[in-house]
């Protein structure tokens, strides 16, 4: 399966930002997706596989619990690929900042005018 299929699915994505944080227990996540989206344990039992099986989570037996933890290497050759992209939001980026900076100034010193012409009006 291509990394943006697995991606591409809600469920997917928000499982994968719960593991973000470290290692979770399968009833763990269970019970997060199940409220979130509503739908049942075999369910989300389905996304855990399909994460397992592309290789961006894997899972280690600790007595009767599932532990889930993210993999980076899928993330990192979907970053990769996002690479050749990123250019585009970065010099949208680039271009906000200046805009940004450009608009500070201008009220920097339309404050200062302001104060001049406060200071004029008190000497006469």
């Known amino acids: 399966m291509h990394a943006f299929d697995v991606l591409g699915d809600p469920v997917r994505r928000r499982i994968l930002?719960?593991?973000a944080s470290g290692e979770r227990a399968s009833g763990d996540i269970t019970a997060v997706v199940r409220e979130e989206f509503?739908?049942?344990?075999?369910a989300v039992s389905q996304h855990l596989r399909v994460l397992r099986e592309s290789g961006f989570a894997s899972v280690r037996a600790e007595g009767t619990r599932r532990l889930y933890a993210v993999e980076a290497e899928p993330l990192r050759e979907v970053d990769a690929w996002l690479e050749r992209f990123?250019?585009?939001?970065e010099q949208r980026l680039d271009a906000l900042g200046t805009e940004l900076?450009?608009?500070?100034?201008?009220?920097?010193?339309d404050q200062g005018q302001g104060r001049e012409n406060d200071r004029?009006?008190?000497r006469e």
Do not use: M, T, V
């Open 17 to 19: 930002e719960l593991l």
């Open 101 to 109: 900076a450009r608009g500070k100034r201008q009220r920097r010193l």
């Open 120 to 122: 004029g009006s008190e």
């Open 38 to 42: 509503g739908i049942s344990q075999p």
């Open 86 to 89: 990123r250019g585009f939001w």
